[in-house]
């Protein structure tokens, strides 16, 4: 079984500051991670995605996030926030080639706002 | 740049009555998916589809529920009676398979339940 936990329901930051989204995960088999990211009246486009290798993997919109299996997390960081950026972000977690069918398990999400 | 589609964007039913949402996943995807959102809550998984079977189910995936893929491109989740608690963002997504994990996701479709 997995589950996804996103500390921080609501996150504001300043146009041009550091962007960090948290993700921890529990999976009891190699997890396969994801975010989505959702703006207003939208479906959920994919940001970036680690399913094996290496660790840090980068995304659209300049988003990247690091796996770290020893404090299962995944989160997600942008140098440099852009008022484009607003939007709720979910972390996902999929049990790989063991998962079966592969669904996904959402993470709560967090909604990211960007001040000028 | 192939997607996947889902028609209506929203819905609006009497409870009781039986509502089809459709969805046409990315041509050669071989699984599918259909997630709900509940107004102000996570992404919550229904069912999974592959080889023209029900792979996985959820516990909301109930007998109210059901899926098919009637033809070659249509997904189809019919809800028979729908309840006040079914009203929610639905969303169709499908995975290539082979070894391509990321699911793509269709714009979704808000059922409203009065």
């Known amino acids: 079984a997995q589950s996804v936990t996103q500390l921080g329901s609501h996150v504001s930051v300043s146009e041009g500051a550091l962007v960090l989204l948290r993700c921890n995960y529990s999976?009891?088999?190699?997890?396969?991670l994801f975010w989505y990211v959702q703006y207003p009246n939208q479906g959920l486009q994919l940001l970036l995605k680690?399913?094996?290798?290496?660790?840090l993997v980068k995304g659209i919109n300049g988003f990247e996030a690091e796996f770290k299996k020893s404090e299962t997390s995944f989160h997600l960081t942008k140098p440099s926030a852009h008022m484009s950026d607003a939007a709720e972000y979910f972390c996902?977690?999929?049990?790989?080639?063991?998962?079966?069918?592969?669904?996904?398990?959402f993470g709560t999400g967090t909604q990211l706002k960007v001040e000028l | 740049e192939p997607e996947v589609t889902q028609t209506p964007s929203h819905q609006v039913t009497q409870m009781g009555q039986e509502v089809i949402l459709r969805c046409v996943p990315i041509?050669?995807?071989?699984?599918f998916y259909w997630y709900r959102q509940i107004l102000g809550q996570k992404v919550e998984f229904l069912v999974s589809?592959?080889?023209?079977?029900?792979?996985?189910k959820s516990e909301i995936f109930d007998d109210q529920f059901s899926v098919e893929r009637p033809d070659g491109s249509n997904f189809t989740l019919k809800i028979r009676s729908t309840k006040l608690e079914d009203s929610a963002m639905y969303f169709c997504?499908?995975?290539?398979?082979?070894?391509?994990?990321?699911?793509?996701f269709g714009p979704g479709t808000r059922l409203l339940v009065l």
């Open positions: 996902a977690v999929t049990g790989g080639t063991a998962g079966g069918g592969n669904k996904l398990t």
């Open positions: 041509s050669n995807h071989l699984y």
């Open positions: 999976s009891s088999v190699p997890p396969y």
């Open positions: 589809f592959y080889n023209n079977e029900i792979s996985e």
């Open positions: 997504a499908s995975r290539a398979g082979g070894g391509r994990e990321t699911q793509y």
């Open positions: 680690y399913t094996t290798g290496a660790t």
